[in-house]
Every structure is written in structure tokens, then in C-alpha cells.
């Protein structure tokens, strides 16, 4: 291959790689198709957190104590020995706290007010889009700042660092609160994944950001959106079971692409 000339991969998809003169030509084709979109979506997972610096949780890098994720994010852990998991999910809150939004959940924030329609799906848990202040968030995965009553699965207010030794209960049920996050063997809040599905088959543009494209439902989210006539845009460094379908591939950092893409578009809106 010839470095920096794009790569065909179908009659319609083009690989951008880093550092190629092309990323400009495409960041202002992208601008171009999204000057006549109506509905833009956005889908975020593992890799704009790791931009950020948060850490995974898995494998042998993710060990607390002696046990790994799979062992403490699960309802028969937490039924077992809720002290033990919330003592995990205090550590990682803390953790998670001082980690701060990249360029790439700001450019997503600053794609919101840019657009008619906008909504972001994540597969993130870690809150930084809220921090970044985007409004329009569907949380597959849900929020590791929130908490829930583990019986009725109502929302519960209550302090981001729970006592392991005094777990608070829910007021409606007298449940004991555990994380609003889904753990292995859950199925995803069907509102939320409903809504989802419905936001991708409306999409005018789709974005599948920094995910690997391998975990369901999240994956069917982006062929299902190009299959309902979406322009399909991946920005991930590595290539996905989801490449081959997209119309863009950017093989570009997400904090390094969408702060392109929105200085791409308002040179487009602001006057001048
Ligand atoms: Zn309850």
C-alpha cells in the first residue's frame, strides 16, 4: 500500500490513517454530509474512556484484592456478600472520580448544541459525558455514580460513597441500594436499549466511537443504523467486526478527530 493514500476497502468506504493528509479532506466531507442531517448519533465505548485514562477493570490489571471484575459485578456476588461489593465499587468510584473528560467527550458535547437532533449512546459507566455536559445521553450500561434499590430497581438518591457496614435501603421497598450499573448476566434497562435502537434507525449520520464493535446489543447498533440509510462513521484505532460497513473509517483517537470535525462545522455555521 501506498503510505497515505486511502485504502479501498468497498466502492463507498474509505480507511483514513493517522497522520494522513486526507483526514482534512474527510473531516470536511463528514461536515459536508452532516450540514444536511437532521438526526446525528453518537456511540461511545471502552476506547474514549481509555483516552481519559480510566482504568478497565478487567484482566489481570483490573484485580482488587484477589478478585477479578467477574467475581464482584454480579447480582449473586452482591447478594452473597454486598459488603464486599460495595467496598469494590467505593474504590473505583474514588478512582473514577479523578479522572477527567478528553478533547473527544468535549468535541462530543460541542456536537449536541451543534446539531437539531442529537443523542448519545454510551456504553461508558464511568459519568465523564455528564461531566463533559452533554444533556442528551442514553446509558446502556448505566452510571457507576448512581445507585439503585436492588429490589425494585427504582432510582435511589443517595451519597456516592456508601458505608459497606450500613448500606442505605430503598425508601419504597426497604431494598438495600446497590451501583445503577449492569452487571455480567443482566439484561440492559429495556426503555433505555429500546430507545436506543429506535435513535440509530432514525440517524441521518451514525457515529461508533472507540468500541470495539463485539458487545451485544451495543454492536447492532451502527449496522442497524446504516441499514436504515444512516451515513455510518467509525473512529476507532483499530479496525472492527463494523468496519467493512462504514462509509468513514477513521483509524484516529477520538480526542484527535471529533475536535477537527466540530471546528469543521462551525466554520460552517458561524458567520464569517
Ligand atoms: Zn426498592
Given at each position: ?72 459485578a454480579t447480582m449473586e456476588a452482591f447478594l452473597d456478600?454486598s459488603?464486599?461489593v460495595w467496598?469494590?465499587y ?35 459507566v464511568?459519568n ?9 445521553i442514553l446509558e446502556l450500561h448505566g452510571n457507576i455514580h448512581h445507585n439503585k434499590c436492588v429490589d425494585c430497581n427504582k432510582p435511589c438518591e443517595s451519597?456516592l460513597?456508601i458505608?459497606?457496614?450500613?448500606i442505605p435501603t430503598c425508601e419504597h421497598c426497604g431494598g438495600k441500594i446497590r451501583p445503577d450499573v449492569v452487571w455480567f448476566g443482566e439484561m440492559l434497562d429495556p426503555v433505555v436499549i429500546n430507545q436506543a ?20 446489543p ?55
Amino acid at each position: 500500500m501506498i503510505p497515505g493514500l486511502p485504502t479501498l476497502v468497498s466502492n463507498i468506504s474509505f480507511v483514513f490513517s493517522r497522520g494522513d493528509s486526507y483526514l482534512g479532506r474527510m473531516v470536511s466531507d463528514i461536515a459536508e454530509i452532516m450540514a444536511n442531517c437532521r438526526r446525528c448519533v453518537v456511540l461511545t465505548g471502552a476506547g474514549m474512556s481509555a483516552e481519559s485514562g480510566v482504568p478497565t477493570f478487567r484482566g489481570k490489571d483490573g484485580l482488587w484484592r484477589k478478585f477479578r471484575a467477574e467475581e464482584l459485578a454480579t447480582m449473586e456476588a452482591f447478594l452473597d456478600n454486598s459488603k464486599i461489593v460495595w467496598e469494590w465499587y467505593n474504590w473505583r468510584r474514588d478512582l473514577m472520580s479523578k479522572v477527567q473528560p478528553n478533547s473527544g467527550h468535549h468535541a462530543i458535547r460541542e456536537l449536541e448544541t451543534l446539531c437539531d437532533n442529537f443523542v448519545l449512546i454510551t456504553q461508558n459507566v464511568d459519568n465523564l459525558h455528564r461531566v463533559a455536559g452533554t444533556q442528551s445521553i442514553l446509558e446502556l450500561h448505566g452510571n457507576i455514580h448512581h445507585n439503585k434499590c436492588v429490589d425494585c430497581n427504582k432510582p435511589c438518591e443517595s451519597s456516592l460513597s456508601i458505608d459497606p457496614d450500613n448500606i442505605p435501603t430503598c425508601e419504597h421497598c426497604g431494598g438495600k441500594i446497590r451501583p445503577d450499573v449492569v452487571w455480567f448476566g443482566e439484561m440492559l434497562d429495556p426503555v433505555v436499549i429500546n430507545q436506543a435502537f429506535q435513535e440509530s434507525e432514525q440517524a441521518d449520520i451514525f457515529f461508533s466511537v472507540g468500541t470495539s464493535a463485539i458487545i451485544y446489543p451495543a454492536a447492532s447498533l451502527p449496522p442497524l443504523a446504516k441499514r436504515s440509510g444512516a451515513t455510518l462513521v467509525e473512529v476507532n484505532v483499530e479496525e472492527t467486526p463494523i468496519s467493512f460497513l462504514a462509509d468513514f473509517q477513521v483509524r484516529e483517537k477520538s480526542g484527535e478527530f471529533l475536535p477537527r470535525l466540530v471546528a469543521a462545522l462551525k466554520g460552517k455555521t458561524e458567520p464569517g
